[in-house]
């Protein structure tokens, strides 16, 4: 019978391996370790997603009110339930109070524009309080509360204008797309200004009053219609 010789087999260094200084071999491991702890794949947390802008949009309207131009502007806003901040002129809520207390009474803002349009930059500063503080009273008498936002005739501001608003107690109001509509430049041309513009928290200038509004009257219903498709609501500015 043969016999059979099992021989356990032994990993045997090579000669240049088993002279090499174990220091040495222990910092190569070590070295890899680290290669290999920097090359993985770390899970992280996810960064906070950023919130998209709003798609809101203010619209507003200047020179009212009118008793021509202001009630078909009233009913284009419930039509497409819209809100909108009217800065109407002191002179014409003297002449026409009921349209401002239907402006308010169907849930728009009213705002101070000045008693009778001037360059509120030219003003002495009695004349300024003056323009400002009797436009307040009108307003006040048909809606019940005092406006708490200025727009300056023409966007004229300087330090001036600035220190008799904060003086009064107003924060002036401009606005980010002015499609010009003040100087009748088509139907077609008004819509497509203000559509190309508009981005979320935009303040869109038009008027419904000082003039011939037809215009902008007959571009409201696509600038309505075109801004809701796209997903913007219509609200209020900040005032009171």
């Known amino acids: 019978m043969t016999s059979t010789r099992v021989t356990s087999v ?3 260094a090579s000669p240049r391996e088993a002279h090499r200084p174990r220091g040495r071999r222990a910092a190569r491991l070590a070295i890899g370790t680290l290669v290999a702890a920097a090359t993985a794949v770390v899970a992280l947390p996810a960064a906070p997603a950023q919130a998209a802008p709003a798609k809101v949009v203010y619209l507003t309207f200047d020179d009212g009110p009118s008793p021509r131009y202001t009630p078909q502007v009233l009913a284009l806003l419930a039509q497409y339930g819209a809100r909108a901040t009217f800065f109407e002129i002191g002179q014409n809520v003297a002449a026409y109070p009921e349209v401002t207390r239907r402006v308010h009474d169907q849930g728009h803002s009213v705002q101070n524009h000045s008693w009778s349009h ?9 004349s300024f309080d003056s323009q400002v503080s009797a436009t307040d009273a009108r307003i006040r008498e048909r809606t019940g509360t005092t406006p708490s936002c200025l727009r300056p005739p023409y966007g004229a501001v300087n330090t001036a204008v600035r220190s008799g608003a904060a003086r009064l107690g107003k924060t002036i109001q401009l606005w980010s797309v002015d499609p010009q509509d003040w100087a009748r430049p088509g139907r077609a041309a008004i819509e497509r200004r203000v559509l190309d513009r508009v981005t979320p928290g935009a303040v869109v200038l038009m008027h419904d009053g000082g003039g011939d509004r037809s215009q902008t009257v007959a571009a409201l219903p696509a600038i309505l219609r075109t ?3 796209r997903g913007y609501t219509f609200a209020l500015l900040p005032c009171r």
């Open 118 to 126: 001037p360059d509120l930059r030219s003003l002495s500063k009695s």
């Open 227 to 229: 801004l809701k498709s």
């Open 10 to 12: 032994t990993s045997v």
